[in-house]
């Protein structure tokens, strides 16, 4: 039986409500149990109160102060704490559990996946801007903590599952998979009226708003190179990108005699959070079962990187090193979100993280001394003002 204490970042997120909903699945069977410390949410405390009625944890965040009393309410009469603002997301992440899901969206995860970082917990990280921002100092941290870090992305858990941690010089390659998105086949002239509920419409995954768009872009497949090369130490010229429309093979691990190991198993995130949750140990759940015969192909293409720009821009950004993977990151998201505002057109996202890393690099952005966390956000600042002005720049051009 898996026994783990507990800590949820991003409890009300697509991937936090999986986690507990696999815990409770666990229970169910007596093949897991679970003690909750804390769970942390945004806006949608009447999710966040229903999951700490249903877990009992010693404290529950809501990330809006605004919103404190309303949790405290929703919360009236069970023994649960309750907290509101980053500062107590922050402390939910430094308390001493087993294990700690980091699933936060966006920068705003960055400050308590760091603290989480720190406490020699099991560190289960859906985070990518904790990545991308910080990496290589983010798994120091753990290292050093005594703790380990799990990739839960589909793609990162795919490679840990199959790549030699204990022999990493026997990897030749990583291949990273791409679904391609909504719009793989989509002639670039005729993806210019994009809208927001268009790019949003997944073909494969569920997934939240953001995120969806940045796989429409394939920016997201930018980002997961950057987090694959921190991850397992591997230069970008050994990281490869391939379109694969059926989303059964997650990544790839090539070997230097010629083997090629695969991942694979059908489109649900919680199939990796599973295994975050009992690794090293594997955990029964009603997961759906990949029927080879029945999908008779599996499909591969190249990217058209004329189509999705925003790939070559990581890969171009992980080269640079220094400052310009967090730059990336940060132009990114303040664009993505500018498009689902309605306020920039679907392929002026690209164009509005392409100026920005131009912009950046002149202006000499780097990384200042001391806290490597502290110093990644501080980047992100000034590249989301940066971002920003490139956006309002083009909506005075039109």
């Not at 120091?140 to 799990?150: D, H, P, Q």
């Not at 090193?321 to 679907?346: I, Q, S, W």
């Amino acid at each position: 039986m898996i026994r783990r204490r507990i800590t949820v970042l991003g409890a009300t997120g697509s991937v936090g409500a999986s986690t507990l909903d696999l815990m409770a699945q666990a229970e169910a069977t007596g093949t897991g149990a679970f003690e909750v410390e804390a769970l942390t949410g945004g806006a949608n405390i009447a999710k966040l109160a229903e999951q700490a009625r249903r877990w009992r944890p010693k404290l529950a965040v809501t990330a809006d102060p605004a919103r404190l009393n309303e949790l405290r309410d929703a919360l009236s009469g069970t023994d649960v704490a309750v907290a509101a603002g980053d500062a107590a997301i922050v402390e939910a992440a430094t308390r001493p559990v087993d294990w700690i899901m980091a699933s936060i969206v966006g920068a705003a995860g960055l400050k308590s996946a760091w603290a989480a970082a720190g406490t020699g917990a099991t560190l289960a990280l859906a985070n990518k801007e904790s990545l991308v921002c910080c990496g290589p100092a983010l798994i120091e941290r753990v290292r050093r903590a005594g703790g380990r870090l799990i990739p839960v992305d589909s793609e990162h858990s795919a490679i840990f599952q199959v790549f030699p941690a204990e022999a990493p010089e026997r990897v030749a390659k990583l291949i990273l998979t791409a679904s391609g998105g909504p719009f793989r086949q989509t002639p670039r002239e005729q993806m210019v009226g994009i809208t927001p509920e268009q790019a949003v419409a997944h073909p494969n995954w569920s997934m939240g708003a953001k995120i969806s768009v940045d796989s429409a872009t394939m920016a997201n497949k930018g980002l997961e190179m950057i987090e694959a090369a921190y991850l397992f130490d591997m230069p970008q010229d050994r990281i490869d990108v391939v379109v694969h429309p059926e989303s059964i093979i997650h990544s790839l691990v090539e070997y230097v005699d010629g083997s090629t190991l695969a991942q694979m198993g059908p489109p649900d995130m919680r199939t990796p959070i599973a295994c975050a949750l009992a690794w090293p140990d594997r955990i029964a759940w009603p997961a759906p079962k990949l029927d080879l015969a029945e999908l008779g192909r599996l499909t591969f293409e190249a990217p058209d990187l004329t189509r999705f720009p925003a790939l070559d821009l990581a890969r171009q950004a992980l080269k640079a090193g220094g400052a310009t993977p967090a730059v990336f990151n940060a132009a990114n998201e303040v664009a993505a979100f500018a498009f689902l505002d309605r306020k920039l057109a679907f392929l002026n996202i690209a164009a509005v993280v392409a100026e920005t890393l131009e912009r950046a690099t002149k202006a000499g952005m780097a990384f200042g001394s001391g806290d490597a966390c502290g110093a990644a956000l501080s980047v992100d600042a000034e590249t989301r003002r940066m971002a920003e002005s490139v956006i309002a720049g083009l909506a005075n051009a039109a």
